[in-house]
């Protein structure tokens, strides 16, 4: 047992997390890297510690400090949420070697169902359809032309180490194996610390399926109805429902049976997703994630069942409380995640300030975020903001419910994908419950050409004005406090404000890249400049002085809130000067290269 829960991770999934400790009575511990000092989930927790100076994505992955907090505020169980070490089971090895709890998988059931070519070997030996593919990583592109013709084009080259669409190129040619091999292993390496890929056979127009499961340590595994989550851009979610407006009972009952049956194989213990493909009537075991998907809130509508504090229970060695024959779906829910990305410009991460945030809420309408108005949206994270979720009696209310709730949320001073749900979701398409993986470019791409790019607007003043009150956030030896003081002069003054109203970090200045390594890239946006449509971090440059490029060439390749970006030539010409280096963090409009002509 335990009565205290480290939450190692961040923004809405911390929160997430924290809320259901405080629902069961349990203590909750927040850890922050430098960047998020003034993020919700800090203030939230019961305590909070800093992780420490450095990169502010590796401040979440390092596993001792993590462990080291656990011990200096008294956790019993270390809750990793999603992405970070949710999936690392050497780090599920580390917390139990430490004595404590990881609300998760057992580290050798992870390990089986955690890489892709492993769980590919798991669910073919437990009989689960699987698409076609390679079952071993593959070392260089010659191997992957190799298994290319083999299959067929298109294929698809995929991260063994993850899934969210990093790692991921789908090739229709032999001549775009080597580009798609290299930018496959490069992606990978960078999310998941593991380059390894591997190949399946590319389905031309599947649906994407999951089934959520729980399993206790009694040996009881549940599944939980299904999630359709095929409208995706880059290979990444953007909506999901529950029910699949696709499956019959049938159908979904063998689906599920089939992820139980994986699942008992493999031993495995906690809450877990299970996706598949689905075409023509037949499913395709895709990868197992070993953690709470983002998408989990659409189950738990559904359903009525508290995953996270199902997680936990789970955790403490409670018995799952149900039958399979209990699980019943009712009504209708669908998820729209609330990205920091401009649909008209081909979904670009959009970094910046929220200058005003105003939820949605009414009867049947959740929200589950992580910002506020005056949050400095960091770098260095994906570009979710919140996740906004509508329950409906049946799947025409849930999108209409949907519908008017996307015209209430507000945010501004960041792009966002709101005005592409709403032109989702009012589409015949979906609203027939016909949407593929297609979907998007099948039926949308004109509509989003036609969308106003958003303006980045102009940096906003932050002054320095403080509201009144007695209450500051302080932080000592990396521990968060919030404490109570008395004015010298006995007159009351002004302290600083509650910690949630606390501006974010700004971006670093020009003048700041040079102290990176490498040349900076200079703001100087001309006819004749190649400039970064983002801020972010070089990661590949394709191009040299000297060399003639035709318009549209890709000659750089950014990588911005965990999410590669390419960065063509506006026009045909010579290449005259290359400013950037890799590794070099650039701002939006900085140069990176010049013509010569």
């Given at each position: 047992?335990?009565?205290?829960?480290l939450?190692?991770?961040?923004?809405?999934?911390?929160?997430?997390?924290?809320?259901?400790c405080?629902?069961?009575?349990?203590?909750?511990?927040?850890v922050?890297s430098?960047?998020?000092?003034?993020?919700?989930?800090?203030?939230?927790?019961?305590?909070?510690?800093?992780?420490?100076p450095g990169?502010?994505l590796?401040?979440?992955?390092?596993?001792?400090?993590?462990?080291?907090?656990?011990?200096?505020?008294?956790?019993?169980?270390?809750?990793?949420?999603?992405?970070?070490?949710?999936?690392?089971?050497?780090?599920?090895?580390?917390?139990?070697?430490?004595g404590?709890?990881?609300v998760?998988p057992p580290?050798?059931?992870m390990?089986r169902m955690?890489?892709?070519?492993?769980a590919?070997q798991?669910?073919?030996?437990?009989?689960?359809?699987?698409?076609?593919?390679?079952l071993?990583a593959?070392?260089?592109?010659?191997?992957?032309?190799?298994?290319?013709?083999q299959?067929?084009?298109?294929?698809?080259?995929?991260a063994?180490?993850?899934?969210?669409?990093?790692?991921?190129?789908?090739?229709?040619?032999?001549?775009?194996?080597e580009?798609?091999f290299?930018?496959?292993?490069?992606?990978?390496?960078?999310?998941?610390k593991?380059?390894?890929?591997?190949?399946?056979?590319y389905l031309?127009?599947?649906?994407?399926?999951e089934?959520?499961?729980?399993?206790d340590?009694?040996?009881?595994?549940?599944?939980?109805?299904e999630?359709?989550?095929?409208?995706?851009?880059r290979?990444?979610?953007?909506?999901?429902?529950?029910?699949?407006?696709?499956?019959?009972p049938?159908?979904?009952?063998?689906?599920?049976a089939a992820a139980?049956?994986?699942?008992?194989?493999?031993?495995?213990?906690?809450?877990?997703?299970?996706?598949?493909?689905?075409?023509d009537?037949?499913?395709?075991?895709?990868?197992?994630?070993t953690?709470?998907q983002?998408?989990?809130?659409?189950t738990?509508m559904?359903?009525?069942?508290?995953?996270?504090?199902?997680?936990l229970?789970i955790a403490?060695g409670?018995p799952l409380?149900?039958?399979?024959?209990?699980?019943?779906?009712?009504?209708?829910?669908?998820e729209?995640?609330?990205?920091?990305?401009?649909?008209?410009?081909?979904?670009?991460?959009g970094?910046?300030?929220i200058?005003?945030?105003?939820?949605?809420?009414?009867?049947?309408?959740?929200i589950?975020?992580?910002?506020?108005?005056?949050?400095?949206i960091?770098q260095?994270?994906?570009?979710?903001?919140?996740?906004?979720?509508?329950?409906?009696?049946?799947?025409?209310?849930?999108?209409a419910?949907?519908?008017?709730?996307?015209?209430?949320?507000?945010?501004?001073?960041?792009?966002?994908?709101l005005?592409?749900?709403?032109?989702?979701?009012?589409?015949p398409?979906?609203?027939?419950?016909?949407?593929?993986?297609?979907f998007?470019p099948?039926?949308?791409?004109?509509?989003?050409?036609?969308?106003?790019?958003?303006?980045?607007?102009?940096?906003?003043?932050h002054?320095?004005?403080?509201?009144?009150g007695?209450?500051?956030d302080?932080?000592?030896?990396?521990?968060?406090?919030?404490v109570?003081?008395a004015?010298?002069?006995?007159?009351?003054?002004t302290?600083?404000a509650?910690?949630?109203?606390v501006?974010?970090?700004?971006?670093?200045?020009?003048?700041?890249?040079?102290?990176l390594?490498g040349?900076?890239?200079?703001?100087?946006?001309?006819?004749?400049a190649?400039?970064?449509?983002i801020?972010?971090?070089?990661?590949?440059?394709?191009?040299?002085a000297?060399?003639?490029?035709?318009?549209?060439?890709?000659?750089?390749?950014?990588?911005?809130?965990?999410?590669?970006?390419?960065?063509?030539?506006?026009?045909?010409?010579?290449?005259?000067?290359v400013?950037?280096t890799?590794?070099?963090t650039?701002?939006?409009?900085?140069?990176?290269?010049t013509?010569?002509?």
């Amino acid at each position: 047992m335990f009565d205290t829960v480290l939450v190692a991770n961040r923004g809405e999934i911390a929160l997430r997390v924290m809320r259901a400790c405080r629902e069961l009575g349990l203590r909750c511990v927040a850890v922050y890297s430098e960047a998020d000092r003034a993020a919700p989930h800090v203030a939230y927790a019961d305590a909070a510690y800093l992780l420490g100076p450095g990169p502010a994505l590796e401040s979440y992955l390092v596993a001792e400090r993590i462990l080291q907090v656990a011990h200096e505020s008294g956790a019993g169980a270390i809750h990793p949420g999603y992405g970070f070490l949710s999936e690392n089971s050497a780090f599920a090895r580390a917390v139990e070697a430490a004595g404590l709890i990881f609300v998760g998988p057992p580290a050798a059931s992870m390990e089986r169902m955690g890489g892709k070519t492993a769980a590919r070997q798991e669910a073919s030996a437990a009989g689960v359809p699987i698409v076609p593919g390679t079952l071993e990583a593959l070392e260089d592109a010659a191997d992957v032309r190799r298994i290319a013709e083999q299959f067929g084009y298109p294929i698809a080259i995929k991260a063994v180490g993850g899934g969210g669409g990093r790692g991921l190129r789908v090739v229709r040619s032999p001549g775009d194996v080597e580009e798609a091999f290299e930018s496959a292993r490069r992606e990978a390496a960078t999310a998941f610390k593991l380059p390894d890929v591997y190949v399946e056979k590319y389905l031309d127009d599947p649906r994407h399926i999951e089934i959520q499961i729980l399993a206790d340590t009694h040996g009881k595994v549940l599944y939980l109805g299904e999630r359709d989550c095929s409208v995706q851009r880059r290979h990444q979610k953007l909506i999901e429902e529950a029910p699949s407006p696709a499956l019959t009972p049938a159908v979904r009952a063998e689906m599920g049976a089939a992820a139980v049956r994986l699942a008992q194989a493999v031993g495995y213990v906690s809450a877990g997703t299970l996706e598949f493909l689905y075409q023509d009537g037949q499913f395709y075991f895709l990868e197992m994630n070993t953690r709470i998907q983002v998408e989990h809130t659409v189950t738990e509508m559904v359903t009525g069942i508290d995953l996270v504090k199902a997680q936990l229970r789970i955790a403490q060695g409670q018995p799952l409380p149900y039958r399979q024959e209990q699980i019943h779906l009712r009504g209708h829910a669908v998820e729209c995640r609330i990205n920091a990305e401009d649909p008209a410009a081909g979904f670009r991460p959009g970094l910046g300030t929220i200058t005003a945030y105003k939820e949605p809420a009414g009867l049947g309408v959740r929200i589950d975020g992580g910002v506020y108005s005056g949050w400095s949206i960091p770098q260095y994270y994906d570009s979710l903001l919140a996740k906004l979720v509508t329950w409906g009696e049946d799947r025409a209310e849930a999108l209409a419910r949907m519908l008017r709730a996307l015209s209430d949320y507000q945010i501004e001073g960041v792009p966002t994908t709101l005005d592409f749900h709403k032109l989702a979701l009012a589409h015949p398409a979906f609203q027939n419950g016909e949407a593929t993986v297609n979907f998007i470019p099948r039926y949308l791409q004109e509509q989003l050409a036609a969308l106003q790019p958003f303006a980045t607007p102009a940096s906003p003043s932050h002054n320095g004005a403080q509201d009144p009150g007695r209450l500051f956030d302080v932080e000592v030896n990396n521990r968060r406090f919030r404490v109570r003081v008395a004015s010298l002069d006995g007159h009351g003054g002004t302290v600083a404000a509650p910690l949630a109203r606390v501006a974010g970090p700004k971006p670093a200045t020009s003048g700041a890249l040079a102290k990176l390594g490498g040349r900076a890239a200079k703001l100087a946006p001309n006819a004749n400049a190649v400039t970064s449509p983002i801020q972010g971090t070089v990661v590949a440059i394709k191009v040299q002085a000297g060399q003639a490029v035709a318009q549209g060439e890709v000659l750089f390749v950014v990588e911005a809130m965990k999410m590669e970006n390419e960065v063509t030539a506006a026009r045909a010409g010579m290449i005259g000067e290359v400013l950037a280096t890799a590794g070099l963090t650039v701002e939006a409009g900085s140069t990176l290269a010049t013509f010569a002509d």
